[in-house]
């Protein structure tokens, strides 16, 4: 099995910065691409940055020039530093991975990490 574990969320004023951080664990053999989603109350869950593990990366017009994604493919982890946060930011941020599982035949899945908020003040 595969587990994502997220961690970094908390409450922030505006302007502030939170860095969370996603631990892959398990039966991996290697990791795809992973990224960061979020969802606000009563709206669709959102991609907020992606990373490939080749490190190319892309990011929701909302937060370009605020947040950075960027992974430790060493240690199977991924991390958002988020600077300037803006109350519409507040959600919970989840974390997905697209990677392949050990054994054979090699086999291609995707899984989310259980979340974590993130709650901008204003």
């Known amino acids: 099995q595969v587990q994502l574990v997220e961690s970094g969320g908390g409450l922030v004023q505006a302007g502030g910065s939170l860095r969370l951080s996603c631990a892959a664990s398990?039966?991996?053999?290697?990791?795809?691409?992973m990224g960061w989603y979020r969802q606000a109350p009563a709206k669709p869950r959102e991609l907020v940055a992606a990373?490939?593990?080749?490190?190319?990366?892309n990011y929701a017009d909302s937060v370009k020039g605020r947040f950075t994604i960027s992974r430790d493919n060493t240690k199977n982890t991924m991390y958002l530093q988020m600077n300037s946060l803006k109350p519409e930011d507040t959600a919970v941020y989840y974390c997905?991975?697209?990677?392949?599982?050990?054994?054979?035949?090699?086999?291609?899945?995707?899984?989310w990490g259980q979340g974590t908020q993130v709650t901008v003040s204003s």
């Open positions: 990373a490939t593990s080749g490190g190319s990366t």
């Open positions: 997905n991975a697209d990677l392949d599982v050990l054994g054979f035949p090699r086999i291609r899945k995707n899984y």
């Open positions: 398990g039966s991996i053999f290697s990791i795809n691409a």
